[in-house]
């Protein structure tokens, strides 16, 4: 979580959190912190979308309300094809 998040860093990420690695829940909010920060610059990424899509579904129950409407606003900009499910992931986490 330490390095510079870049396309290959999502890739490792997602593959690891596929596994339901344990967490931290202080590792848990890096996680989250960095995830909602990068939203802006990863608009068009795969990537970036999968890995989200991997923490809404797998990791609803850690996920708090702050956090919430983090992912709303680092999911706000996506362009890529996963934004509607992205979107219903999102719903879901708020129900």
């Avoid at 390095?3 to 593959?15: A, D, G, M």
């Avoid at 899509?53 to 992912?71: D, F, S, W």
């Avoid at 680092?74 to 219903?88: D, G, H, Y």
Wanted: overall charge positive.
């Amino acid at each position: 979580l330490e390095l510079p998040w870049k396309e290959e860093i999502f890739l490792v990420l997602q593959s690891l959190l596929e596994r339901q690695v344990e967490m931290t829940p202080e590792k848990f909010s890096v996680l989250m912190e960095k995830l909602c920060k990068k939203g802006l610059a990863a608009t068009t990424s795969m990537a970036y979308a999968k890995l989200m899509l991997t923490v809404m579904t797998k990791y609803q129950a850690n996920i708090t309300e702050t956090q919430r409407l983090g992912l709303a606003m680092a999911l706000e900009p996506n362009t890529t094809f996963l934004r509607k499910s992205l979107q219903a992931a999102l719903k879901h986490l708020g129900s």
